[in-house]
Every structure is written in structure tokens, then in C-alpha cells.
């Protein structure tokens, strides 16, 4: 399949922007998978990329010149015929007579349309804009899949800290039934205190079962996105560091004038217009020009000489004027307007849309970061109070209960940590998206 040169350039582009600075590492070489590659790897490989890099080809190919120049058909026919006659005549005697004759035609013909209301200018640059369209369709594909692969990127991360933090949980929870068991079997505890301990323990070991399943499966997707095996064995070894909080002013600037969808809704409304330009340019004249050159032979042993030759050029000009169409012009000038009018209120509606969501991520972004400082200090307090109260547990001073609630609030704190790092993360990505500065950080 020949593939153009422009979607060449964009995919190359987009995939070099991403891993600026930092080689992209081939899992065939190193088992580790950093997020260069992953995205690497999804821009060439992934099916909705590969497709929609068929479909801006194809825009590229309706891109041509075939409006501006002429149409040349070359025809030829060749015919015979052979007749074959019986004449019986009143003695019954048979008289036969044989008729043969046959034919050459060709011929050349040239039209060209030299001038329709400067339709065929119209014509052009509703292709080019068609192909413009076509490369913000493509972009957008490649920013909202370099979007997946980096939330599923982040996802495993956070999910490969919440299995970790479920191994902690359940190594003391398994310290306090080695405890409780201790003491039971020693006839200072209750045997209700050692099986409540393994009630905890099986359930935090259910947990980490669980939680482990997820992770397995995030890996699937991530290999699904990539392209990959889905049986493969790769690690991601890495950590979530949000960036320096982002300013909304100029993230709604950059909106603006690099959002994808925007873009493409601004070559929309040029659409429009040039479809009105089509439209109006129904109501003058169009001047055509044909020439033609044909040349017969013929043969037929009727004729006198038994062979016909001609050839001969032929050329001329045609003009035709629109007087009346039953006002059919007007109307669908008429509608060509409120296309484009519409297609302005579409763009201006959008905007508004991405302005009101823009603003309503940015409050969600900054309070993940403001909750990523409350959340620090949890887990750094409720840390303390589990060493605490493991200490105080094995010296028997502290409840099975009491335990338990200081052991879940080091989870909850360390969980909603995890949480908030990722969801700030995540706004911070989708907020480069929306403000069109994926491909430019």
C-alpha cells in the first residue's frame, strides 16, 4: 500500500514530539516499559491510528488538479459482416450469392470546461480544506489515544502502589494472628481474638487477590492499546510526579488556537462558505471547449471503388447562460448560507463547551493537588499511629478492634494519597489534551 507522504510527516511528528529527549526503550531488549515506548509503539501501531491514517490518505488522494484540466476519451470499433443468400429458382435449382463488408472507427475526443463561475477554484480549495479536516481527525485520534495510553500507564503505577500497600497490610495483619495465635495457644488470649485475626487476614488477603487481578488486567488493556501480545510480561517501573501547577489563562489561550476539535470545526465553517461559493457560482455562464478527430474505413463489395476511408478534426466552443431554473439557483444559495451560519454557531458552541469544561477540570486539578498535601500528612500521622500500635498490640495493651481501626486508617489515608496523585495526574493530561499542547509540552 502506498502511503502518503503527509501522513508520513504527521505520524513521525506526533511520535517524536512525544519521546523528545528520552530513546524509547523496545521490550524485546528491556523487559521494563517506560512511557515513551508505550506511546511510540501505540502511534505505529495501534488499529484506530492505522485506520484513520487510511482515511487521511484517502483525503489525500481526493486532493488533485482534476478540476482545472480536460477529459480525453480515445474510442475505436471494428464490425464485419458476412451474408450468405439462396435463391431457388422455378427449375429448384439453388443459386447462391456470398455479401461481405466490414468497418474501422476511431476516434479522439477533448473536453474542457475553460470557465463555470470559478466553481472549479472553489472546487480546489474545498478539497485542500476537506484534507486539512482529515489531518485534525487524524491528530485527534493520536492525542485521545496518547491520552489512553498514558492513563492506563498511570493507572498500572497506581494500581502497582495499592498492591504494595495491600502486601504491607497483609504482613501485619498476619504479624497480629501470629500474635493472637501465640497468645491463645499460651492461654493469655481468647480464642475469639485469634480467629478474629484471621477474619482480617483473609480479607486483606482477598484484597491484595483482587487488587492483583486488576493490575493483571490493566496490563492487558495497555498491550491491547500498544498493540502487543496480550500474553506478554513487561514491568513498569516508574512514579507519578504531577507537574508545577498549570495557569488556565493560558491553557484556555492555547485552546483557542491549537484545540483539535476546534481547528477542525474552523476549517468546517471554510467548508461552508465554499459551498455557498459553489452555490452562487450556478448563476453564470460556463464556457466550454471540445475537439475531436475521427477517422472511418470501411470496406463493402457493393461499393465502387469497394473501400470508404474519411478522417477529419473537428473543434468548437459552447457557451451556456442560466436564464431560469425554477429559482432552484436562489434556494440553494439560500441553504448554502444557513449551513455556514450554522456551522459558525457550531464552532462558537463548542468553544463555550470547552471553555466551561476547561474551567470545571482546572477546579478538579487543583483540588487533587491541594489533596495530595492533606493526604501526605494523613498517612505520615497514621503511619505513626500504626507503629504505635503495633508496639502496643504485642504488649498487649491495645484491643484486636482498636488495631484494626488504626490499621484500616493507615490504608484509607495511603489509598486516598494514591488516588489523588492519580487523578491529578490525570487532569493535568487532559487538560494539556483540551488545550492542544499534548504534542508541544
Request: glycine fraction near 4%; hydrophobic fraction near 35%.
Amino acid at each position: 500500500m502506498i502511503k502518503t507522504f503527509r501522513k508520513y510527516i504527521l505520524l513521525s511528528t506526533l511520535a517524536l514530539t512525544i519521546s523528545a529527549g528520552s530513546a524509547a526503550q523496545s521490550p524485546e531488549t528491556n523487559s521494563e516499559l517506560t512511557l515513551e515506548y508505550c506511546i511510540a509503539r501505540a502511534l505505529e501501531a495501534n488499529y484506530s491510528i492505522l485506520i484513520s491514517g487510511n482515511t487521511l490518505e484517502i483525503a489525500a488522494n481526493n486532493v488533485t488538479y482534476a478540476p482545472f484540466l480536460p477529459s480525453v476519451t480515445v474510442s475505436s470499433r471494428q464490425s464485419a459482416n458476412r451474408t450468405e443468400l439462396r435463391n431457388y429458382n422455378q427449375d429448384g435449382e439453388i443459386e447462391k450469392s456470398t455479401s461481405a463488408s466490414g468497418s474501422v472507427v476511431n476516434g479522439a475526443n477533448l473536453n474542457w470546461r475553460l470557465f463555470d463561475g470559478l466553481a472549479m477554484f472553489a472546487t480546489r480549495e474545498k478539497q485542500q480544506e476537506l484534507l486539512s479536516q482529515g489531518e485534525f481527525s487524524f491528530r485527534s485520534v493520536a492525542e485521545n489515544l496518547v491520552m489512553q495510553i498514558s492513563a492506563q500507564y498511570y493507572s498500572i503505577i497506581s494500581l502497582q502502589n495499592k498492591v504494595n500497600l495491600l502486601y504491607e497490610l497483609v504482613s501485619i495483619s498476619q504479624e497480629r494472628y501470629n500474635q493472637a495465635l501465640t497468645r491463645y495457644n499460651i492461654g493469655s488470649g481468647s480464642g475469639l481474638e485469634h480467629k478474629q485475626a484471621k477474619i482480617y487476614l483473609n480479607s486483606d488477603s482477598s484484597s491484595l487477590l483482587q487488587q492483583k487481578e486488576n493490575l493483571k488486567n490493566a496490563y492487558i488493556e495497555l498491550y491491547r492499546l500498544m498493540n502487543l501480545p496480550l500474553d506478554s510480561r513487561h514491568q513498569i517501573k516508574d512514579t507519578i510526579i504531577p507537574e508545577p501547577q498549570l495557569d488556565v489563562a493560558k491553557l484556555f489561550a492555547s485552546a483557542e488556537e491549537n484545540n483539535t476539535t476546534l481547528l477542525s470545526l474552523k476549517a468546517g465553517e471554510k467548508i461552508a462558505r465554499l459551498d455557498t461559493r459553489l452555490a452562487k457560482a450556478s448563476r453564470y455562464p460556463s464556457l466550454d471547449f471540445s475537439a475531436a478527430y475521427n477517422y472511418n474505413f470501411n470496406q463493402s463489395q457493393y461499393f465502387p471503388s469497394r473501400y470508404n476511408e474519411s478522417n477529419g478534426l473537428n473543434w468548437g466552443f459552447s457557451l451556456s447562460v442560466p436564464v431560469f431554473s425554477g429559482n432552484e439557483i436562489n434556494r440553494k444559495i439560500q441553504n448554502s448560507r444557513i449551513l455556514e451560519e450554522n456551522a459558525r454557531l457550531i464552532y462558537e458552541k463548542e468553544r463555550q463547551s470547552l471553555q466551561s469544561e476547561l474551567y470545571q477540570l482546572y477546579n478538579i486539578y487543583s483540588n487533587n493537588l491541594t489533596m495530595i498535601g492533606f493526604e501526605e500528612e494523613s498517612r505520615e500521622s497514621a503511619l505513626l499511629n500504626l507503629e504505635a500500635a503495633r508496639e502496643k498490640y504485642r504488649l498487649g495493651s491495645l484491643s484486636g478492634i482498636e488495631f484494626r481501626d488504626i490499621q484500616l486508617s493507615y490504608l484509607n489515608a495511603s489509598d486516598r494519597r494514591l488516588n489523588a496523585i492519580y487523578q491529578a495526574k490525570i487532569s493535568e493530561i487532559t487538560l494539556h489534551l483540551m488545550a492542544g499542547e499534548l504534542f508541544r509540552k
